[in-house]
C-alpha cells in the first residue's frame, strides 16, 4: 500500500451499479497485471546489477503487451501507465529505505486503480448527498457526498476493499501558506523515541493506537490465528483488523496535516535532515562515522510506521511551504554538541540524552541535533551572503528573500 498517496486525500463511498462494478473490477484487473508484470521484470534485478527497466522502457513493454493481448488492449491505457507509475514510485520509496520492497498483487487484496490528468468537470454533485464522478470506459459513477471535495482535485484512486466496498479518494494539491516574513529558522529531527524535535525545545509525537485498543488488536490477531481459513469468522475479524489500522492511519494523517500547517505558518525556513543521506547514515547499525541511532528494540515495525510518518511529513511540508524546506546533510547531526560544536561519538549519552565530553553540555538528543539541523540552515542563508561556504542545502539555493537570518 503506498501510504503516500493516501495524503492529502478525501474518501469517500462509491455506489457502481453491477454493470458499472464490473468494469471497475476489469480495470482493477489490469493495474494488477501491468503491476505483477513490472515485479516479474524486477526480479531478476540483483545489488551490484544494472537497474531493472525504468518507467519509458516499460511503458514500450506496455505497449507491446497491449498489441498482444486483446482484453489489455480494451481497459483504460490510463489506468494501466499509472500501474506502472504506482509502481516506479514503490520502488524509489523501497530504494529510499522508506518502504518495503513492492510485492505481488492479488486478486481480492487491496484492488485499486489510479486516474489522472482530472478535470473541474469530471467531478459533480447531483444532490445534497450524493456525487458522481467519472471513469474512463464505466461513465458517471455515484458517490456517497459526506463532505466537501476539495477544489483542485488533479487525481483519484478508487479502491475495493476485503469487503468488496468501493471508494474513491479524490487527491488536491494543497494550497501554499504564506511565510511570516520573521526570518527564523526551525530545525526539525526525525527522532526515535519522539517522531519529531524542534530546534525550539518541542517534541512531537505520531498519535498511534489508544492502550485499549492495542489490546484489542492483539487479542484480534491471536483470534485470526485461531480462526479457520475462509470461514465466515476469518473475514469478520480481518474486517475488525482493518478498521483499527485504518484508525491509526487515520490519526498519523490528521497529525501530519496539523504538524505541517503549523510549521509552515510559523517558520520561515524548515530544515530537515535528507533523507536519503539520513538512512545510509542511519541504518539500525550504523556505520563507523556515524553510528545508528535506532536501538534494536525499535527497530522494525516500529520504525517503519515512524519513517512512513516522517516521510508524509517532509512532503506535506513541500506541498504548503514550497522552497522553504531545506534538506541538510545530517550526518554529524546527532553527534556535534550544539554548545561548544564539540563532535563525539561519546556524547551520546543515550538514545534520549545527549552530555557534551567537551564541555558538559545537556540536551535532549533529538533536540541538540534539531538545533545543529538549524545552525547548518542558518549558517548557509549566512555564506550565501557572502561568507565561507559551509555545510547546507543539498537540495536547492536558497532564495533570496529568505536570507534574513545572520
Ligand atoms: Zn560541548
Redesign the pocket.
Known sequence: MLIGRLIGVSRYRLSPTPAQEQVLAEHCGHARFVWNLAIEQHAHWKPGRKSGPGFAEQCRQLTQARAEFEWLRGGSIVVQQQALKDFAQAMANFFGKAHRKPTWRKRGQGEGFRIVAVKAGDVRRVSRNVGEVRVAKVGWVRFRWSRAVPGGVKSYRITRDHAGRWHVAFAAIPQPIPAPKTGEVVGVDRGVAVSAALSTGELLVVPTLRDMEKARLLRLLRKLARAKRGSNRRSKVKQAIAKLKARETNRRKDWVEKTSTDLARRFDVIAVEDLKVGYMTRSAKGTLEAPGRNVRQKAGLNRGILAAGWGLLVRRLEHKAPGRVWKIDPRYTSQT??????TARE?RESQALFL??????RDNADINAAKNIRDTAVGHTVAARGGAPSGGPVNREPQRDLLLVG
Request: proline share 0%; hydrophobic share 30%; charged share 10%.
Open positions: 554538541c550544539n554548545a561548544c560544536k564539540h556524547s557534551c565530553v567537551a564541555c558538559g553540555w
